[in-house]
């Protein structure tokens, strides 16, 4: 036997029944303070990285540019 969900939410309306929701959860959002220190890492990781690729291509005997 199959009971539609429009049945129960005919049903709710007229008993006058609430079903409780939960509450929706914010995402996560991060301070400026952790902003600022994740660019800071991301970016000395990018410099970090640049400088990598310039001293592999000086022992390959490359420019690096």
Known sequence: MLISKA????????LEV????????LPYVP????L???YDVAWQAKEFSRHDDR??????GH???
């Not at 049945?7 to 007229?14: C, I, K, S, V």
């Open 7 to 14: 049945l129960f939410q005919h049903l709710r309306a007229e």
């Open 18 to 25: 609430e079903v409780p929701k939960a509450a929706k959860k």
């Open 55 to 60: 001293e592999d291509a000086s022992v390959y």
């Open 31 to 34: 301070t400026e303070e952790e």
């Open 36 to 38: 600022k220190l994740y």
């Open 63 to 65: 420019s690096g540019q």
